[in-house]
Antibody
Framework: QVQLVQSGAEVKKPGASVKVSCKAS????????ISWVRQAPGQGLEWMGW????????SYAQKVQGRVTMTTDTSTSTAYMEVRSLRADDTAVYYC???????????WGQGTLVTVTS | IQLTQSPSFLSASVGDRVTITCRAS??????LAWYQQKPGKAPKLLIS???ALQSGVPSRFSGSGSGTEFTLTISSLQPEDFATYYC?????????FGPGTKVEI
């Protein structure tokens, strides 16, 4: 069965960086893109960007462009998202999700809480 | 593409018929999905392509619409349906979500 397993919770200081991983199993990793979606406490869903494990093509949301880098390692079927220059308003649960052909998400990771606090 | 949802909050009873509306700032054909999210959980896909019910989702859920106006209907609200519902446009990057509709007892 398809599974996306994310790395554990992180606590970071403002200005630091965080790298969240998302290990995929149960399907051919290069067949589907991976999107990252975050949710601040008590807030809605915010799409951050997408990467194709097949060819490395990426698309980032304008709000995080320049601070976020998405990568994949096809040898381990793992996607990564790094956020730099962290701010308090980056505090959120970060989800990875497998993107189906039409852009919707059936399979999601369990979420990774990133807390930015001094 | 901006998405708005109405209402943002809905108080209802078990057995009620509930309708949530999602409007897009420009035409997106039928490239819209609906998700249900419960506290502490990842969103769950209910409907894709505006009206295609995802496998395993109860038939009391239905979606309709195209272009700029879409609706999610729950024909008879069940206790497990109390959650927050989000629409998502799939027409173009950046993908965007609506702000959500919280359905409470």
């Amino acid at each position: 069965q398809v599974q996306l397993v994310q790395s554990g919770a992180e606590v970071k200081k403002p200005g630091a960086s965080v790298k969240v991983s998302c290990k995929a199993s149960g399907y051919s990793f290069t067949s589907n893109g991976i999107s990252w979606v975050r949710q601040a406490p008590g807030q809605g869903l915010e799409w951050m960007g997408w990467i194709s494990p097949y060819n490395g093509e990426k698309s980032y949301a304008q709000k995080v462009q320049g601070r976020v880098t998405m990568t994949t390692d096809t040898s381990t079927s793992t996607a990564y998202m790094e956020v730099r220059s962290l701010r308090a308003d980056d505090t959120a649960v970060y989800y990875c999700a497998r993107e189906e052909r039409s852009g919707y998400f059936i399979y999601w990771g369990q979420g990774t809480l990133v807390t930015v606090t001094s | 593409i901006q998405l708005t949802q109405s209402p943002s909050f809905l108080s209802a009873s078990v057995g009620d018929r509930v309708t949530i509306t999602c409007r897009a700032s420009q035409g997106i054909s039928s490239y819209l999905a609906w998700y249900q999210q419960k506290p502490g959980k990842a969103p769950k896909l209910l409907i894709s392509a505006a009206s295609a019910l995802q496998s395993g989702v109860p038939s009391r859920f239905s979606g309709s619409g195209s272009g700029t106006e879409f609706t999610l209907t729950i024909s008879s609200l069940q206790p497990e349906d109390f959650a927050t519902y989000y629409c998502q446009q799939l027409n173009s990057y950046p993908l965007t979500f609506g702000p959500g509709t919280k359905v409470e007892i």
